[in-house]
């Protein structure tokens, strides 16, 4: 029994004592589990990898999605059944072919990755060559003379655990390498993503793109609301004569909200149908039960169980009354502090988001304008104090999770990753590691990186929430406030807690030690403890879980390469449980992308990396073999596997560019840890020598700053100047065709309400377990489902069909359940990346929307107190049905646009919005000339300037 085993009669705070003080089992322990972690996680790599040759051939539905689905301009390359098939079309695809097949994000993201391994390659070469050396060297001779056998502790000898003096000038050459060859990569690769930006500014699909010549407004003042209002905000930044078409946000009430609910109840029912009618030939005893919404007014007793299909198709029903009921109510006077306008040219759109970049023309925020399906529109209303204090109150939660997470980080660095400490505590298991090392070895090699691992998992949904609740006004911009939050999150809990908390427990035992035995002054204490030299000593020691944790990493990117959980939860769901239509439709549909995880992922790989090079050269070479097979590993899944669910057009970049500086500047501060702790002698020259690297870093980032990021963001400054090509010939029939009121109005007002679908082979049974409505009319059928008007038979009259309320189902087939029949379908291909032309849709317009008040016009638009609303040369605009203009809005009819027209009632379903009955035909021309329901033009006219005035 070596002499380093406690006694059973040793007390907890002796045992405490001796928690971190170097011993040879602990070494032995760290070296066996670097060894085994990686000789296990290539094993396993190997292995899963040749599982992915044989399975990828047979199960398209997995493995290629994309090349199933999209249409011809964005297919991958085709691939032959052959176990190597996927070999020359994830090689030889050119970087330019990216960009039309997969997005620009995608393609920003696979050089990303490409230029990780490059640079740590190139890092792991010249640094190691540089330290290892060096550490071995001067480690040896320090050792030579100490008891016990080296070889034990060969892990250490490349960490400067035992070096001293002047050898640390080496390590401050390091830092002159690592900085030089990090900001040559990203100069290199922000020139490369500028050229690829620009070639997708001057494309035709962005050219003629709604977005791409809008502007959005927010914040505006209660003055300014109104299409006029936004004219003349932008007017004020006096940058083109161009004159724009503005549309004001209008209040929708609580239709969001309502039509949340009314998809969630109906989700709910196809999750209690499947169920139920799972064996259509033998019905269960008992029908379903389920609890009330707490948001159901009918029901005061919530934990009453009632019948689940009865209460939920009741329930949806109802939703569907209060949801027509609120579109009919909406009142085109009630603007919202936000609004768009649109310009005939990309030019004049850009040069005056440049001029608006810096200032708030009368108090507002003026901004390029996202995608449609881009936006946050509940976030879109908040003012910039309601903002303000969500960000605090959001960073008071971010900072809450990080203080929490540090009890289990803490104890996962202390005890899981060095099974040692557990056995200074428990003599019981410390004669258990004794005897049974090697199994507790591979125990502490891949235990503390699972656990985590599976933490990790959890917090881009925590994030993303607490994002949306911070106001952001886009998905894209929440994604990457996401990435910025995991990596503070990330760098704090595994550099400054997880690294730290060992040296920093170390020293607080040593203190209590001495206060209590030697009766020593606690200012004395502090002046005896070298606080650095521990914490160096330490960083070195916790240096092996870095490298098994890193080397476990090749084993998670070639599960994501093998879709392993698809594979598994698609099987076992669809055996063991009772998975609904629309759930097997998504199932085959190319996954979304999780770009914030991943490219924390490759960011904090990176900062780990360049942190602990000075300590353990190793990681560098094992984050290079990462990303030497991770690289090729995500180009096969973004061009075959994943989609981009909300392209941003390259916008994550600058996170990316900023976060790698901040690695880098890490890892000069790890070195600068170094030279204080132990560069006894040239110490202060050493730090001084250091000085330029941080400011270096700084000058880089506001050289690269001003020299792209102004280009990266705008097409253009201002008018074209000599020697700048003409953008692409404009689409005129795109053009005539704009809806800007649509296409940039709420989704609420013009969004078809979410069908139930069923199996088709219970048609038969639902007349018999549905006890609500059985007649519907679905309106348009779907392409490739089987919608069924089903009629319920009269108890008193037989024969005859009972006298029951609209109630439609759609009834998909087995053999149609996939997502290759349901893409051209907003509710499935929004969720997959479906804007766009992606699946063969229309790439700038909304489909089975009402017409636009600016179908038929150019230049200014017509407002409710507009000037040009009082000459009446110009038809005025059409709002839509329901946007009324007085406030006497609740009335079943809507004035006909059209003089001699009889008022017509809407008959429309809230399932379907249809195209020759349209939300905006049945309201009257505002301005126009002729008689209309409120009075003549003239009283309209003085109405306005009375209000005017």
């Not at 030690?513 to 002054?521: G, N, T, Y």
């Not at 040369?873 to 006497?888: A, K």
Request: glycine fraction near 6%; aromatic fraction near 12%; proline fraction near 6%.
């Amino acid at each position: 029994m070596p002499d380093m085993l406690l006694r059973r009669d040793q007390s907890i705070e002796q045992k405490f004592e001796q928690l971190m003080s170097n011993n040879p089992l602990g070494a032995e322990v760290s070296q066996d589990s670097v060894l085994i972690a990686i000789g296990t996680s290539f094993a396993i790599t190997t292995v899963i990898f040749l599982a992915f040759l044989l399975l990828r051939p047979f199960n398209t539905v997995v493995y290629a999605p994309r090349l199933r689905h999209t249409d011809e301009k964005h297919r991958p390359p085709p691939m032959g059944k052959g176990l190597f098939a996927w070999f020359h079309p994830v090689f030889k695809t050119n970087e330019d072919e990216y960009v039309d097949r997969i997005g620009l994000d995608a393609t920003v993201f696979l050089r990303f990755a490409r230029m990780c391994r490059n640079m740590f390659i190139v890092l792991a070469i010249v640094g190691c060559a540089i330290i290892v050396p060096v550490n071995v060297k001067n480690s040896l001779e320090f050792q030579k003379n100490l008891p016990g056998d080296l070889s034990s502790k060969a892990i250490f000898l490349m960490t400067p655990r035992d070096l001293f003096g002047e050898v640390f000038w080496a390590f401050v050459v390091l830092a002159y390498v690592i900085d030089f060859i990090v900001c040559g990569f990203l100069w290199w690769t922000y020139r490369a993503i500028h050229r690829l930006r620009r070639q997708y500014l001057e494309s035709s699909e962005y050219q003629n793109s709604l977005h791409s010549r809008t502007l959005m407004i927010t914040d505006i003042n209660r003055s300014f609301r109104s299409d006029q209002g936004i004219v003349d905000v932008t007017d004020s930044l006096r940058t083109t004569p161009e004159v724009p078409r503005a549309s004001i946000g209008r209040n929708v009430k609580d239709i969001p909200d309502l039509i949340e609910a009314h998809e969630e109840a109906v989700i709910e029912l196809e999750k209690v149908l499947a169920k139920y009618l799972k064996n259509p030939s033998q019905l269960p005893a008992v029908r379903p039960l389920c609890t009330p919404s707490k948001r159901d007014p009918e029901y005061t007793d919530r934990k009453q169980k009632v019948d689940a299909i009865d209460y939920l198709t009741a329930r949806i029903q109802r939703l569907e009354a209060q949801v027509k009921d609120v579109r009919e109510t909406i009142d085109k006077r009630d603007a919202m502090p936000f609004g768009f306008a649109s310009y005939e040219t990309i030019e004049s759109a850009h040069s005056v988001a440049y001029a608006a970049r810096s200032k708030h023309p009368k108090g507002t925020t003026v901004r390029l304008a996202p995608k449609p399906k881009d936006i946050i529109w509940n976030n879109l209303s908040l003012d910039s104090k309601k903002r303000r204090w969500r960000k605090i109150v959001n960073n008071f939660w971010i900072t809450l999770l990080t203080v929490l997470y540090f009890i289990p980080n803490a104890l996962i660095a202390v005890f899981l990753s060095k099974l040692t400490n557990i056995g200074f505590l428990v003599a019981a298991f410390q004669t258990e590691l004794n005897r049974h090392s090697r199994m507790w070895a591979i125990v502490q090699g891949l235990a503390a990186p699972a656990v985590t691992s599976l933490f990790y998992y959890f917090l881009p949904m925590i994030f993303r929430r607490l994002s949306m609740k911070a106001g952001d006004q886009t998905k894209t911009s929440r994604e990457r406030h996401v990435t910025a939050q995991l990596y503070t999150f990330f760098v704090f809990n595994n550099l400054f807690v997880f690294s730290l908390f060992s040296a920093v427990f170390s020293m607080i035992v040593m203190i209590v030690s001495l206060a209590k035995d030697e009766h020593e002054p606690f200012m004395t204490i502090l002046k005896e403890i070298t606080f650095f030299d521990t914490t160096m000593r330490k960083l070195c020691e916790v240096s092996p879980f870095w490298v098994t944790w890193l080397v476990q990493r090749n084993l998670g990117a070639v599960i994501d390469l093998a879709q392993a959980g698809n594979l598994a939860w698609g099987s076992f769901s669809r055996k063991f449980l009772n998975p609904t239509p629309r759930e097997l439709i998504n199932r085959t549909a190319p996954p979304p992308f999780d770009y914030a995880s991943y490219y924390n992922y490759f960011l904090f790989y990176s900062t780990v990396a360049l942190c602990f090079a000075p300590l353990q050269p190793v990681t560098l070479v094992i984050v290079a073999i990462y990303f030497c097979l991770d690289s090729w590993m995500k180009k096969y899944l973004l061009l075959y596997v994943f989609c981009t669910k909300n392209e941003s057009g390259g916008a994550f970049w600058r996170i990316l560019f900023n976060r790698m500086l901040v690695g880098t500047f890490l890892s000069n501060c790890i070195v600068a840890l170094l030279v204080v702790a132990r560069g006894y002698g040239s110490r202060w020259m050493m730090l001084g020598a250091m000085i330029p690297l941080p400011i270096g870093l700084l000058a880089f980032k506001f050289y690269c700053k001003g020299t792209f990021d102004s280009s990266l963001r705008y097409y253009t400054k201002g008018q074209l100047g000599k020697g700048v090509e003409a953008p692409p010939p404009i689409d005129k029939e795109s053009r005539r065709r704009d809806r800007v009121a649509v296409r940039f109005g709420h989704p609420a007002l013009y969004q078809k309400l979410t069908v139930p679908m069923v199996h088709e082979k219970s048609k038969h049974l639902l007349a018999e377990v549905y006890r609500g409505r059985l007649d519907g009319d679905l309106g348009d059928s779907a392409a490739f489902s089987d919608v069924y008007t089903m009629k319920r038979m009269s108890k008193e009259r037989p024969g005859k069909t009972a006298s029951v309320t609209p109630a439609p189902f759609e009834f998909v087939s087995e053999n149609k359940m996939d997502f290759e029949n349901f893409k051209d379908r907003p509710e499935f291909s929004d969720e997959h990346g479906g804007e766009g032309s992606v699946y063969g849709g229309d790439s700038i317009h909304r489909t089975d929307t009402p017409g636009s008040m600016f179908d038929n016009q150019r230049g200014r638009s017509t407002s409710r107190d507009s000037e040009r609303t009082i000459g009446g040369e110009e038809p005025g605009v059409v709002y839509p049905q329901g946007y009324h203009q007085t406030p006497s809005a609740l009335r079943e009819y809507s004035p006909s646009p059209e003089p001699g027209l009889r008022r017509q009632e809407s008959r429309e379903s809230p399932y379907q919005i249809r195209d020759d009955v349209n939300l905006v035909s049945g309201a009257a021309p505002m301005g126009g000339g002729g008689s209309t329901p409120y009075g003549s033009s003239r009283d309209q006219r003085q109405q306005q300037d009375y209000f005017r005035r």
